[in-house]
């Protein structure tokens, strides 16, 4: 059965600190992998992976894919505390019609001031 | 303008009951999909219809129903509800069957007593 698997499930950080989130996968037929962040309400897209190698960056969010090794990381540098949110991985397989989604547990970001 | 809209935001109701949510999107996307977020902020996919056509129907009681009368709806329907349906429902829309992610509506806080 396709899998995605976070870690760490939580982390709590200072404001200005580094850290990185990790995601990997078991997915027959890999398609794409993506990262959201949930704050209170729906999950809104931060970036979209299809290449190994290839780093996104957006501000202070960068994520890069190894297909090798079946893994994506999100890094966020000097966090702050409006970053403190579950951060959630995604996996698309190729399936034709059956495009779903397959999300990861989720890890939870806090940044404490 | 919201692009996905989903109502009611919260639904606090009595088990037994039957109750519907709905969804719309503006985006003019050819997919819509009904998630559910569990306690532990675990999203799976429920039903996903193209073109008002049901493309994915995982593993759900036939107590949940979908209906999509237009590509721009797509509601849910739940009979008999149990306390175990209490969840965040999040529809979602995209565009290509979901290849290139997601929009996600708002949620809808399910709680059944």
């Known amino acids: 059965e396709d899998k995605v698997v976070q870690s760490p499930l939580s982390l709590v950080v200072h404001e200005g600190d580094t850290v990185t989130l990790n995601c990997s996968y078991e997915v027959t037929n890999f398609r794409s992998l993506l990262w959201y962040k949930q704050e209170k309400k729906a999950p809104t897209f931060l970036f979209m992976l299809t290449s190994s190698g290839i780093e996104k960056k957006s501000g202070r969010l960068s994520s890069i894919l190894d297909k090798k090794e079946l893994s994506s990381i999100l890094n966020i540098t000097a966090t702050q505390t409006g970053d403190s949110a579950i951060y959630l991985c995604?996996?698309?397989?190729?399936?034709?019609?059956?495009?779903?989604?397959?999300f990861g547990t989720g890890t939870l970001l806090a940044v404490q001031p | 303008d919201t692009a996905v809209s989903q109502t009611p935001k919260y639904l606090v109701t009595q088990m037994g009951n039957d109750k519907s949510i709905k969804c719309e999107q503006n985006?003019?996307?050819?997919?819509m999909y009904w998630y559910k977020q569990d306690s532990k902020k675990f999203l799976k996919i429920m039903f996903s219809?193209?073109?008002?056509?049901?493309?994915i129907n995982e593993t759900v009681p036939n107590r949940f129903s979908p209906k999509s009368p237009d590509k721009a709806h797509l509601n849910l329907h739940i009979n008999s509800l149990e306390l175990g349906d209490s969840a965040v429902y999040f529809c979602a829309s995209s565009q290509d069957q979901g290849a290139h992610g997601y929009t996600f509506g708002s949620g809808t806080r399910l709680t059944v007593v």
């Open positions: 995604a996996v698309v397989p190729y399936g034709g019609a059956t495009n779903k989604l397959i």
């Open positions: 985006l003019g996307h050819d997919t």
């Open positions: 219809y193209n073109n008002k056509e049901l493309i």
